[in-house]
């Protein structure tokens, strides 16, 4: 009999699990459990190009992003605009500065990441919006290339239980957002001649228009960030995220 329960322990220990074999483990009590998940995240950056389909993470070589919506008025700034078929390239190359965990009773975390390049493109649709006054509404795609980029994020979690199986849920997400440079190029269907000139005023000074953007395109980070481990960890239960002590 107690053969047969051991056999049917290995079984449900097989099947049940969700991480796939190559996904490295920490454990919560460990003293140097920031240093662990950094190891482990460097093990997984080549599988991270391409997603990882079973733990719902999508690729990172473009990150895609279908639909995004923006709405915001501030000094200098007017802005509603519906951002679709967005795609990020070269996030794979993150370099994590600093990771910091509190797991005392509590699930939060802060992290400091680096990226020498991003290329983004995507359509956008923005209506009766301005910069300073110069008037950015129109319709079409825009290709832009940003380098030196620095991310702080600050986040916390909270334990749900979902069919009897204890998961963690992302349920606060800041952001703090530093780019050095940015440069614009635009295709306009509607007014290419004014998307023309918005272009090259942003071009001519990148540093005053993401300054006037940067709250914005915080806040907008923040919820991609939120979505994205939420996705994640809906479906890897906490056990297997951080592996208590036997």
């Known amino acids: 009999m107690k053969v047969l329960f051991a056999l049917l322990f290995c079984v449900f220990s097989?099947?049940?699990?969700?991480?796939?074999?190559?996904?490295?483990?920490?454990?919560?009590?460990?003293?140097?459990?920031?240093?662990?998940?950094?190891?482990?995240?460097?093990?997984?950056?080549?599988?991270?190009?391409?997603g990882i389909p079973e733990v719902n993470a999508p690729a990172l070589e473009p990150f895609n992003v279908p639909t995004l919506k923006l709405d915001r008025t501030a000094t200098n700034l007017r802005l509603k605009a519906t951002i679709k078929n967005m795609k990020a390239y070269g996030g794979s190359n993150f370099k994590i500065e600093k990771l910091k965990l509190n797991l005392n009773g509590k699930y939060e975390g802060q992290m400091k990441l680096t990226l020498p390049k991003l290329s983004v493109t995507a359509d956008y649709d923005v209506r009766g919006s301005k910069i300073l006054t110069l008037d950015i509404s129109g319709k079409g795609r825009l290709r832009s290339n940003f380098t030196g980029i620095t991310v702080v994020?600050?986040?916390?979690?909270?334990?749900?239980?979902?069919?009897?199986?204890?998961?963690?849920?992302?349920?606060?997400?800041?952001?703090?957002?530093?780019?050095?440079?940015?440069?614009?190029?635009?295709?306009?269907?509607?007014?290419?001649?004014?998307?023309?000139?918005?272009?090259?005023?942003?071009?001519?000074?990148?540093?005053?228009?993401?300054d006037i953007l940067n709250p914005l395109i915080e806040e907008s980070s923040a919820a991609i960030f939120k979505a994205f481990f939420n996705k994640v960890l809906s479906a890897i239960p906490l056990k297997e995220i951080l592996v208590e002590d036997s």
């Open 14 to 50: 097989v099947y049940g699990k969700i991480l796939p074999d190559y996904f490295p483990q920490c454990k919560k009590s460990d003293p140097q459990i920031e240093k662990c998940i950094l190891e482990a995240i460097e093990v997984l950056r080549p599988k991270l190009l391409n």
């Open 153 to 210: 994020a600050k986040g916390a979690a909270k334990v749900v239980e979902r069919d009897g199986v204890e998961y963690l849920q992302a349920e606060k997400m800041i952001t703090k957002l530093k780019i050095g440079h940015g440069q614009l190029s635009i295709d306009d269907t509607e007014r290419p001649v004014a998307a023309t000139s918005a272009a090259a005023f942003f071009n001519a000074s990148p540093g005053v228009v993401l």
